[in-house]
């Protein structure tokens, strides 16, 4: 049975407050419905995402800024730090983890910049809602192995094919320039690149 993630409820204490700075990021925002003055429920979405976020009054027991680690994935770290400045986020510098694997809980072994070889995974900065919810945004451009179904090429946003299209451009350059000439089968080569790397799956040279 697959068991897909919908909702991640996150505590705040002023609703039209987190309404406004979800909205304010370019979140859609799906629904706000209330039964009563003691119960309301804000649902938004991110873009290109396929859960959503819920906030509201009476809809989680826990503490309002508690929620942290809260992870969204982009395919270009530095872009969107300039973005969430641009839209009043304050996110952080980008960072990248001295152990090189994930990240520590807050900003201990934090280092400064990109991971230096660019490598997915290993890229994050994060930033926080007006109650303190911590969220983090991590770069992935290639999958791990098993991620996503081999058998089923999928893109959340005409955005999120662009980025993958502008990757396998780059990587055809360099597959023409092994070949020395033209490459007149490159639609089948980009296919292929596109299906592989979402698959996290060996990519073709």
Do not use: C
Request: charged letters at 20%.
């Amino acid at each position: 049975m697959d068991m897909k993630l919908e909702v991640v409820v996150v505590p705040v204490t002023d609703v039209d407050g987190a309404k406004d700075f979800y909205t304010g990021l370019g979140w859609r925002l799906d629904a706000d419905l209330a039964t009563s003055e003691d119960f309301r429920v804000v649902q938004v979405t991110p873009p290109g995402s396929p859960a959503s976020v819920i906030f509201g009054t009476s809809v989680t027991s826990q503490a309002p800024g508690s929620a942290q680690g809260l992870h969204l994935v982009v395919d270009d770290i530095v872009a969107a730090h300039g973005e969430l400045r641009r839209l009043g986020a304050n996110p952080s510098e980008v960072f990248h983890d001295a152990g090189g694997v994930f990240h520590h809980a807050g900003p201990d072994a934090r280092v400064a910049g990109p991971d230096p070889a660019r490598g997915s995974y290993g890229s994050f900065l994060s930033f926080s809602d007006p109650d303190g919810n911590g969220w983090v945004l991590q770069e992935v451009t290639t999958r791990l192995p098993g991620r996503l179904d081999a058998s089923a090429t999928t893109f959340a946003s005409t955005a999120d094919l662009a980025a993958a299209l502008r990757r396998a451009a780059a990587a055809h350059g360099e597959h023409e320039a092994r070949l020395g000439a033209e490459d007149p089968d490159w639609p089948d080569w980009y296919a292929d690149y596109l299906v592989r790397e979402q698959a996290g799956s060996e990519l073709p040279e």
